[in-house]
Nanobody, 124 residues
Framework: QVQLVESGGGLVQAGGSLRLSCAASGRTFSTYGMGWFRRLPGKERDFVAGITWNGGTTYYADSVKGRFAISRDNRKNTVYLQMNSLKPADTAVYYC?????????????????WGQGTQVTVAS
């Protein structure tokens, strides 16, 4: 069983930064792609960023490209989302998820394990 636990959410002013972390249990973390998704109020859960098993390739939604950065540390079984230049429109619950074996993905259906989410609120 894989467990994913997000942390690092909170309240921040517009223009500020936050770094989310997602700690994963299980010995196979390093062989899977990982991703971050978010659910805006009243919306579906949408893709934010993804990363391949070794961090060699990253993927971003257009809305966060240039502001957010996904990374991972396989020694610590942890994936990160650095969020800069935050906007009120980034206010959402952020989820990390385990993706396909080795590769990354933008597609929700390719992610099988999900964390419980962490709230990010950006005040104007």
């Amino acid at each position: 069983q894989v467990q994913l636990v997000e942390s690092g959410g909170g309240l921040v002013q517009a223009g500020g930064s936050l770094r989310l972390s997602c700690a994963a249990s299980g010995r196979t973390f390093s062989t899977y792609g990982m991703g971050w998704f978010r659910r805006l109020p009243g919306k579906e859960r949408d893709f934010v960023a993804g990363i391949t098993w070794n961090g060699g390739t990253t993927y971003y939604a257009d809305s966060v490209k240039g502001r957010f950065a996904i990374s991972r540390d396989n020694r610590k079984n942890t994936v990160y989302l650095q969020m800069n230049s935050l906007k009120p429109a980034d206010t959402a619950v952020y989820y990390c998820a385990r993706g396909p074996l080795y590769s990354g993905s933008r597609y929700k259906y390719e992610y099988d394990y999900w964390g419980q989410g962490t709230q990010v609120t950006v005040a104007s």
